[in-house]
């Protein structure tokens, strides 16, 4: 269960859709930057339910007949021991909370980033085998870069939405260690 004002609390993170010089300035000094990404390039859509038998057959037949392409994505790999999840307690997969979560999302190719471990990993399926991030986190400077591929402001209409959002912005609002 949610708390009953679960709304987020915006004040003290910077919440942006793309880095530039003025951000990026603002976390080496030690700001805490909300980055949810509204460039598509090098992402798949973002899918609650898997394809769970033949991608490459259902590509085919939907490209063939005119149809959008399902994304194929395989469900979750969450790191629930996090700290992000202390006010969003979740499993170490994909639970019907993230339902409208994952339904605005765009999880980004992470395939050629070196050092990021996504705190909430998409599972591709096996043709294209992709390293998939939902929420990632990294530091520059001081500060640090929280990444969340998911149009936040579009779950807010959900419980759960609300509260996930709340989740990253009061996580982001603590210390850096």
């Known amino acids: 269960m949610y708390p009953a004002d679960n709304r987020p609390d915006k004040s ?18 030690g700001a805490s930057v ?3 990404p509204t460039d598509t390039t090098n992402t798949v859509g973002g899918l609650f339910q898997t394809d769970y038998w033949n991608y490459r057959m259902f590509k085919e037949i939907c490209e063939s007949n005119g149809k959008p392409v399902s994304p194929g994505t395989l469900g979750l790999l969450i790191d629930a021991s996090h700290p992000l999840f202390r006010e969003f307690p979740t499993e170490e997969s994909t639970s019907w909370q993230w339902f409208p979560i994952v339904k605005a999302s765009r999880p980004r190719i992470l395939d050629n980033m070196e050092g ?10 096996v043709e294209r085998n992709h390293w998939l991030g939902l929420v ?24 759960e939405g ?13 210390p850096v260690l």
């Not at 003290?12 to 000094?29: F, N, R, Y």
Request: hydrophobic share 45%; proline share 4%; net charge negative.
């Open 12 to 29: 003290g993170v910077l919440i942006v859709h793309w880095l530039d010089q003025p951000v990026l300035e603002a976390v080496k000094e």
């Open 34 to 36: 909300l980055l949810m």
């Open 116 to 125: 990021i471990r996504p705190i909430v990993q998409v599972i591709d399926n």
């Open 136 to 159: 990632y986190e990294y530091r520059i400077g001081k500060g640090r870069v929280l990444v969340c591929c998911a149009n936040l402001e579009e779950v807010t209409a959900w419980p």
């Open 162 to 174: 609300r509260q996930f959002y709340r989740a990253l912005l009061d996580y982001l609002r603590e």
